[in-house]
């Protein structure tokens, strides 16, 4: 059984760890996301410290010196956009007969890419119809994402769709203190 403890980060370092893991995670974030579902799914002992990026400690930065990198951006160019869709419709083919990339349970690949799909369906609070009408056109995919929601690890961290709206329109308003 997994132990999971949330707490957020003070000016000084938390003592080490002997019996368990320690994740510094800033919500939303979906790399962090990734390593949640990977500890849970491993049913391993950890704990989470939750860190503001605007407020990040002196220690953390020095036992991170990567904090300041950027993403890269999204595709945004059509003959990039037309790959892209024809690399995820090849991937979620291989699917076929069974409901995840590790079997009949999700497995690594599915919890790695997992982050990112969750994200997806904030797009249904723009428009409910037109994502729902999208679903045809990756059917293997769409089918793929509805068995990683009614996963148990899934469940346990799972952001609702406008939870994640509310979240990137406030980032984006700059409300939030932080631009994404």
């Not at 760890?17 to 491993?42: F, T």
């Not at 503001?52 to 945004?76: A, G, H, I, M, Q």
């Amino acid at each position: 059984m997994s132990f999971y403890q949330d707490r957020s980060v003070g000016h000084l370092p938390p003592p080490g760890l002997s019996d368990k893991l320690r994740l510094y995670h800033v919500d939303m974030n979906p790399y962090g996301h990734r390593v949640l579902l990977i500890l849970e799914a491993k049913k391993a002992k950890y704990e989470v410290y939750k860190l503001d990026p605007l407020r990040l400690p002196e220690w953390f930065k020095v036992k991170n010196p990567r904090c300041n990198c950027t993403e890269p951006s999204t595709l945004r160019s059509s003959p990039k956009q037309l790959v892209l869709n024809k690399l995820l419709d090849f991937l979620f083919s291989i699917l076929s007969g069974t409901n995840y990339f590790s079997g009949h349970r999700p497995g690594m690949l599915d919890y790695m890419i997992w982050p990112w799909v969750e994200r997806l369906y904030l797009l249904r609070c723009v428009s409910e119809q037109k994502f729902d009408s999208k679903r045809g056109l990756f059917p293997n995919f769409a089918d793929w994402a509805d068995q990683m929601q009614l996963d148990e690890v899934v469940k346990k961290h799972a952001v609702s769709p406008q939870e994640y709206f509310d979240y990137y329109r406030n980032a984006r308003t700059h409300s939030m203190g932080y631009y994404i």
